[in-house]
């Protein structure tokens, strides 16, 4: 596919209001369990992103009818308990790693063979997290090294449930048991060394699954799920994903006067770090109203600019519930004034990119003053905008584009960013909707500064 360079400059003030699409999580285990369950689902507010829309192309592959409709609805038809049936093709996941992590917990209680294959980046991250468990509950799978895709599953049918402590704070690895366990032989039992996103627990609740979950001795959070439990169809409303209203957000707190309200953001406590990090940084950032949706918390936010932001500690036990914020997070620091530590990183390296590294890199050749740890990052800001002027590399990283274009809306130079295309993964209207509240990002085939347009593209 080919590139799509393009590049934002010194914006502002940012004014409107802005509904970002649904959430990324939610919206790829409502097309999976309604893809399992017996009987319709009926899903409301899908992101429509490229990730969502693999894991639908891949439900469909293994049996499960799945339709978007013209009311604009989407309609799960699923196979019911161990309705799944073998792939004929291999199932391609592009870019996504919450798809192929957890379809390799669902497909592993099936006596069956799925192949999966990915992009660049899918290529390179791991999987042997969660290949450990789902084997020693009776799956097999032949990878690449360090468990990498291409990947087969030998799935099986009688597998056992398991008792299993996760060695990382994964909600993928998490998830990818629970829905093997959903069709294994007795208990299976997670615990987490921190909690992570809980959608899928949420969600199973919804389509009626028996999930329990308590504290350790230590209080860790432990969730089990007994086997042979069946899934019923149900209606899904997803909320705003809170990691693509970050963007606007973090737009209109770094902009003096500006005034930006997103509306029905999905505030689960499991992910709303970033909006607490900024407020302790000092963000004009309010929550205007909060409800309950199908379970999960919701919340309208108004975020206005022109309060100078002021560095801080990240609490390193927060890193869960913002794990996908620290990219848009660097930004923000480098334009507070003093010092920003956030440890506890070491997850991001594994992401669709090296995203401490590439941050790092990125906003120091922008003109930030940090420095780079094994698993940390620390910024020191003086208050005052970067030069920007430079050309970033997004490595098939949605999140690390959006970041670089949210950058330079307030660096002294357009910042540039050599393929916005990924952002399609996630966030499909990001440019239509930052342009709509005043930020100027555009498509750029050929200036590495941006001086001149020579394509015009609302549709990036
Ligand atoms: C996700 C979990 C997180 C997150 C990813 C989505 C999910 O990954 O980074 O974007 O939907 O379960 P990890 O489980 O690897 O932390």
């Not at 799509?4 to 790829?28: F, T």
């Not at 490229?50 to 639908?56: F, I, N, R």
């Not at 402590?165 to 366990?181: E, N, R, Y």
Request: proline share 4%; hydrophobic share 40%.
């Amino acid at each position: 596919m080919s590139k799509k360079p393009a590049y934002s400059k010194k914006s502002g003030p940012l004014k409107g209001r802005a509904v970002v699409p649904g959430d990324k999580s939610i919206s790829h285990r409502s097309i999976m369990f309604g893809g399992l369950a017996e009987g319709e689902t009926i899903i409301s507010g899908l992101l429509e992103g490229e990730d969502v829309l693999s894991t639908a192309e891949a439900m469909r592959q293994l049996g499960a009818r799945i339709e978007k409709c013209d009311d604009g609805l989407w309609r799960c038809y699923g196979v019911g308990a161990q309705g799944l049936s073998e792939s004929e093709a291999i199932i391609d996941m592009g870019n996504s790693g919450t798809s192929i992590r957890l379809l390799m917990g669902v497909v592993a209680g099936y006596a069956m063979s799925t192949f999966f294959v990915g992009d660049a980046s899918l290529s390179k991250r791991p999987m042997g997290r969660v290949i450990t468990p789902l084997q020693e509950m009776g799956a097999t799978f032949i990878a690449r090294d360090k468990g990498r895709i291409p990947m087969a599953v030998k799935g099986n049918a009688s597998l056992k449930g398991i008792n299993y402590t996760l060695p990382v704070a994964s909600a993928q690895v998490k998830s990818a048991i629970l829905l093997a366990g959903l069709n294994a032989t007795g208990k299976t039992q997670v615990t987490e060394p921190a909690p992570c996103r809980d959608h899928t627990e949420n969600m199973l609740r919804h389509f009626g699954a028996n999930i329990d979950v308590s504290r350790d001795s230590e209080g860790l959070r432990v969730i089990s799920i007994e086997g042979g439990q069946s899934l019923q169809g149900c209606a899904v409303d997803v909320p705003s994903d809170p990691s693509s209203a970050a963007f606007p957000i973090v737009a209109a707190v770094l902009s003096a006067d500006s005034e930006v309200h997103v509306y029905g953001v999905c505030y689960n406590e499991t992910r709303n770090g970033i909006y607490k990090t900024l407020i302790e940084m000092g963000a004009d950032i309010e929550i205007l109203r909060s409800y309950d949706q199908g379970g999960e918390t919701v919340v309208d936010i108004c975020a206005k600019g022109g309060k100078q932001l002021h560095g801080i500690d990240v609490p390193a036990e927060r890193v869960p519930s913002m794990i996908d914020e620290f990219p848009i997070l660097a930004v923000a620091a480098c334009c507070a004034k003093g010092v920003t530590k956030m440890t506890g990183l070491e997850e991001l390296r594994v992401k669709e990119s090296d995203r401490l590294g590439i941050m790092a890199a990125g906003l120091t050749a922008a003109g930030a003053n940090l420095e780079e740890g094994a698993d940390s990052l620390t910024i020191h800001g003086d208050g005052r905008p970067l030069k920007g002027g430079v050309q970033i590399e997004t490595h098939h990283d949605h999140r690390i584009a959006m970041s670089f274009l949210i950058l330079g809306l307030t660096t002294d130079a357009p910042m540039r960013i050599d393929d916005a295309s990924p952002i399609q993964t996630s966030f499909p209207n990001f440019v239509s909707l930052m342009r709509d509240i005043g930020a100027i990002i555009e498509a750029d085939d050929v200036a590495p500064t941006g001086e001149k347009t020579l394509r015009f593209a609302e549709d990036l």
